[in-house]
């Protein structure tokens, strides 16, 4: 049984490894200039928040991209981030953030067709640094 | 591993479904293509799919465009290449299915009865059927259907209802199927080169259907003590007995072991060796 299936992978093994070879490039010639959309998780960068502060929010955002399949590869979408700036809270408590698509800094071949979630909740806390150094 | 894909361009598994479908399409083209032994496709083809994609790489635009937009039209002139198989199936359609060999030696001992027969001075003309089935074309007056043996043969060739210049029709397992058998030639007078039309009508015959067939036609001579033996389209005339024998043999071999058998029968020829056993 094994010796047959053995037998049946190496029949012809050089037309196959060609084969694949051929199959893949074909299909790259075919499929890299097609527009392809994808849904994909990029971390939650926060900027320009006071020092003395620590927030508690969600860490990715699901964003569906639409764009050329070499340009996914190129402009590096993988390594996107969402970059929020919180300069506008002085003090503790919860906010709602709501998330706009200025947030997400992308290449103009890139189209962002989609984001969840459309707003985030976070919590704003004193930093425990600064608590222990009161103290 | 994440990495890899991303490097292909490989996002989505339906990716994988379509390169899968291309390779599998590439491959069983090329196996069919590798079929055709009489002109191998295979090289041909991967040669035209490496231009196209060097061309593509290489950013030549004018030849990957002129190349990928007749495609379909190349790879029709491979098919239309390839016609020999076709219509060689398509005279042939049914095969015959693998069986278990009865006896190997079958083709010894027949051809030292032949052999035998030929000192008798009996002309014998025989064809060997190989896993196209003759039906239809080859048609046996005396159906008979049996092993071959040395009984069944003395009996048929003493017999009045010999005749000597039909055909003996044995396949390659070994059964003798038929005597007085005629070719079945419906007015093909227009598929026959001018050359052919010179020699003789058994000949042409043969020719005809060994060139669609991978059907074996022999004739002994008992005055000039030789053969004349036909397969694949090609003539080979006056060989001496060894090598004929050989040949025959090897033919025979060859058949039990390959679906197609369509290889350079030259090679066969061309070995002198002689049999193992003495066959008179």
Redesign the interface.
């Known amino acids: 049984m094994k010796s047959s299936i053995k037998s049946l992978h190496l029949n012809?093994l050089i037309?196959?490894i060609?084969?694949?070879i051929?199959?893949?490039?074909?299909?790259?010639?075919l499929?890299?200039h097609q527009n392809?959309s994808?849904t994909i998780d990029i971390p939650i960068c926060f900027f320009e928040l006071d020092q003395n502060f620590e927030i508690q929010s969600p860490e990715k955002i699901k964003v569906t991209l639409n764009a050329k399949?070499?340009e996914?590869?190129n402009l590096n979408v993988?390594n996107e981030v969402a970059h929020i700036n919180l300069n506008h809270i002085k003090k503790t408590g919860e906010y709602n953030i709501q998330l706009l698509p200025e947030h997400i800094l992308l290449h103009n071949k890139i189209k962002l067709l989609n984001y969840f979630p459309s707003s985030l909740n976070i919590k704003v806390t004193e930093s425990k640094k600064n608590i222990n150094t009161r103290y | 591993m994440a990495q890899l894909l991303n490097f292909l361009l490989i996002y989505k598994w339906i990716d994988f479904l379509e390169i899968s479908f291309l390779s599998v399409t590439i491959y069983y083209f090329s196996l069919w293509l590798k079929r055709d032994v009489q002109k191998n496709l295979a090289p041909g083809f991967f040669t035209l799919c490496s231009i196209i994609i060097l061309s593509y790489a290489l950013d030549m635009n004018n030849i990957s465009n002129f190349l990928i937009i007749f495609m379909p039209s190349i790879l029709m002139l491979f098919i239309l290449v390839h016609q020999n198989i076709l219509q060689k199936n398509f005279i042939s359609i049914k095969n015959i299915a693998v069986p278990k060999i009865k006896n190997n030696n079958w083709i010894d001992l027949f051809m030292r009865h032949c052999l035998n027969l030929m000192n008798q001075n009996k002309q014998i003309t025989c064809a060997i059927e190989g896993r196209d089935n003759l039906e239809g074309f080859l048609i046996n007056e005396i159906n008979i259907n049996t092993p071959v043996n040395k009984e069944i043969i003395d009996l048929i060739v003493n017999s009045s209802i010999f005749k000597e210049n039909k055909i003996v029709h044995i396949n390659y397992q070994g059964d003798l199927l038929g005597v007085n058998a005629v070719w079945n030639t419906n007015n093909h007078t227009f598929w026959i080169s001018e050359e052919v039309r010179n020699i003789e009508i058994w000949k042409q015959d043969s020719l005809l259907f060994s060139s669609k067939t991978d059907v074996l036609v022999f004739k002994l001579c008992p005055k000039k003590r030789n053969f004349d033996i036909i397969a694949q389209g090609k003539i080979m005339e006056n060989l001496a007995i060894a090598p004929a024998v050989q040949l025959i043999g090897d033919f025979i071999k060859k058949n039990i072991k390959d679906l197609h058998l369509r290889k350079d029968i030259n090679e066969i020829i061309n070995k002198e060796s002689s049999p193992k056993q003495p066959y008179i």
């Open positions: 012809n037309y196959k060609i084969a694949i051929f199959g893949y490039s074909f299909w790259l010639i499929a890299q392809i994808m399949r070499s996914f590869y993988f």
